[in-house]
């Protein structure tokens, strides 16, 4: 069965650190690949997606994704996060021409200034 | 605000109690969805609705029965739950099912089932 894997599923940063979280998918063929952030309470929103072209994704707040085929990776970064980065993020995928968005099971980033 | 709203908020409820959570979404949106989130467990879809027809029921028991009378409000009937349904319970919209990676989901409905 397709799957998502997020290894990291507690993160505690400083302000000013660098950030990388890991996603790995199950599918041998094209995929579009979402990365989805829910603040403490509030909403699951989107952060990023990737469907086609090139493979480093800009996101809104200063993130961003780079899909390594070879890998079956999505990892997300951000180079200096900051207090307000604190959340739970999900890696999404959804196997191309399909209509499954499958998620991962979430990393929660704790982020102290 | 993401124009999907979720009452209500929190619901601590008895195993035999019959209770609806409620989904409203005010975008003009055609399909909707209910998804279950748990703690350590990916989020795992549960019905949707496409223009107000149900399209997927995702292998979930009779102890939940989703309603959705027209294409902006959206039901989740709960009836003899067990205490692992605890979970938060969201729901999203997406223009149709179509467009189904632009989710906009409400802040969710946590269940506590005691």
Redesign the interface.
Known sequence: AQSVSQHNHHVILSEAASLELGCNYSYGGTVNLFWYVQYPGQHLQLLLKYFSGDPLVKGIKGFEAEFIKSKFSFNLRKPSVQWSDTAEYFCAVTPYNTDKLIFGTGTRLQVFP | E?G?TQTPRHLVMGMTNKKSLKCEQHLGHNAMYWYKQSA????E?MFVYNFKEQTENNSVPSRFSPECPNSSHLFLHLHTLQPEDSALY?C?SSQD??H?????????TQLSVL
């Not at chain 2, 350590?40 to 989020?43: E, S």
Request: net charge positive; no cysteine; proline share 5%.
């Open positions: 993401t999907v350590k467990k990916p989020l879809l969201l999203a099912r179509r189904f990676e632009k989710l906009f989901f409400g802040s969710g």
